[in-house]
T-cell receptor, first 113, second 117 residues
Framework: KAGVTQTPRYLIKTRGQQVTLSCSPI?????VSWYQQTPGQGLQFLFE???????NKGNFPGRFSGRQFSNSRSEMNVSTLELGDSALYLC????????????FGPGTRLLVL | GENVEQHPSTLSVQEGDSAVIKCTYS??????FPWYKQELGKGPQLIID?????GEKKDQRIAVTLNKTAKHFSLHITETQPEDSAVYFC????????????????FGQGTILTVHP
């Protein structure tokens, strides 16, 4: 089975721009979660989508948004980029049931200049 | 919300020695505790997980123990090898149907493990 894929793998943007990241979950998985990883804050939960609905949201400003499509693929968007948004953005997929394993993709490394 | 503390932040061992990483959590409702290994340039990979109805779980050289009363859990790696060198993260989740943190993992700060040949 193919793993979680994320595109693009690397991205350079300037302050004020917006960015869209994409995640394709493992076949059959209905839940996609997004995490931000930085050296200072570690791994922080952004949001989770299950069957096209946002089921949970972390403590991030409204500039961070996401969506999930009927095929379970997910996108996250960051508007009005700030320098502090530079991070590795990780997507994880799971069946979406309680206490189910989340499988991570390789991440998208975003650099904001 | 949930808070997970992980210690030590760095751990250096000789090949063949054992390594132990410890985590504590704050939310007594947490019921799922995975451990991830992250190598440079890659996403976290699950190495073992434990659910709240089990006190210990073992998979070859890796074991995890859970003490729900004390709210802590530990990762034990025996007979370490250089390829075990990576960053290890513990996490906790109170995933349950209808729960407010469903699908959310709260991670520890990570432990950089270095295994010297």
């Amino acid at each position: 089975k193919a793993g979680v894929t994320q595109t693009p793998r690397y991205l350079i943007k300037t302050r004020g721009q917006q960015v869209t990241l994409s995640c394709s979950p493992i076949s059959g998985h209905r839940s996609v979660s997004w995490y931000q990883q930085t050296p200072g804050q570690g791994l922080q939960f952004l949001f989770e989508y299950f069957s096209e609905t946002q089921r949970n949201k972390g403590n991030f400003p409204g500039r961070f948004s996401g969506r999930q499509f009927s095929n379970s693929r997910s996108e996250m968007n960051v508007s009005t980029l700030e320098l502090g948004d530079s991070a590795l953005y990780l997507c994880a997929s799971s069946l979406g049931l309680a206490k189910e394993t989340q499988y991570f993709g390789p991440g998208t490394r975003l650099l904001v200049l | 919300g949930e808070n997970v503390e992980q210690h030590p932040s760095t751990l250096s061992v000789q090949e063949g020695d054992s390594a132990v990483i410890k985590c504590t959590y704050s939310d007594s409702a947490s019921n799922y505790f995975p451990w991830y290994k992250q190598e440079l340039g890659k996403g976290p990979q699950l190495i073992i997980d434990i659910r709240s109805n089990v006190g210990e779980k073992k998979d070859q050289r890796i074991a995890v123990t859970l003490n729900k009363t004390a709210k802590h859990f530990s990762l034990h790696i025996t007979e370490t090898q250089p390829e075990d060198s990576a960053v290890y993260f513990c996490a906790a989740s109170s995933s349950h149907a209808g729960g407010t943190s469903y699908g959310k993992l709260t991670f520890g700060q990570g432990t950089i493990l270095t295994v010297h040949p």
